[in-house]
């Protein structure tokens, strides 16, 4: 899926995207009641570091990574993390977590007074960088993604990793184009 039309994308009842491909992480458990899912978080990342295309993110989401395939992932093998999607360079869209489920993406994290922000959001991750732009096939599939989430949840907020994880996290990253996505709920 290069290219994504806003109706293109639905989630279902059971809070999964079609089409996405579905890859299931373990790295996930239940929204602690009364979680209702009102947040979109957009990060960044990419594996090796600043490369771009290969299975390393599907890899360390899925408890799979090689810790001896590059030194970098010999830091990070251990982690126990995930998001309810990703979005390739190509605009792909990759699924984890069901979006009802409490993904593990956004760690030690508070908006507005609220803690531990997995409990009421959705992770969003593009492969890229705090050091280049992303690609226009990611922004047509993200603006798609976001139009399906707020057709199913009442979405109130968009933000950053770095906004609700400031000092700690930077990204999305100084490339991300905020003007590209529509952060109103009008």
């Known amino acids: 899926m290069s290219h994504t039309p806003a ?9 999964l995207a079609s089409p996405a491909q579905y890859l299931l992480s ?5 929204r602690p009641p009364p979680a209702e899912v009102d947040m979109i978080v957009i990060h960044n990342i990419s594996l090796p ?4 295309g290969g299975q390393g993110i599907m890899q360390l989401f899925t408890n799979q990574l090689d810790p001896q395939a590059h030194p970098y992932y010999a830091e990070i093998a251990h ?6 999607f990703l979005i390739r360079r190509t605009g792909e869209l990759l699924q ?5 489920q409490r993904a593990w993406h956004a760690g030690l ?25 992303f690609e226009d096939a990611q922004y047509v599939t993200l603006q798609a993604l976001i139009h399906a989430l707020r057709q199913r949840y009442a979405i109130q907020h968009i933000v950053g990793h770095s906004e609700i994880a400031p000092g700690r996290k930077t990204d999305p990253g100084p490339f991300f184009d905020w003007q590209r ?5 009008d």
């Open 49 to 52: 570091p600043n490369q771009y």
């Open 96 to 100: 984890f977590v069901s979006c009802n």
């Open 26 to 30: 373990p790295n996930q458990d239940e």
């Open 79 to 84: 982690l126990k993390v995930s998001s309810h």
């Open 181 to 185: 996505i529509s952060r109103s709920t």
């Open 7 to 15: 109706s293109a994308i639905h989630i279902d009842t059971a809070g």
């Open 109 to 133: 994290s508070q908006w507005q007074g609220r803690e531990r922000c997995n409990d009421f959001s959705v992770g969003i991750e593009l492969e890229g960088s705090d050091i280049e732009a």
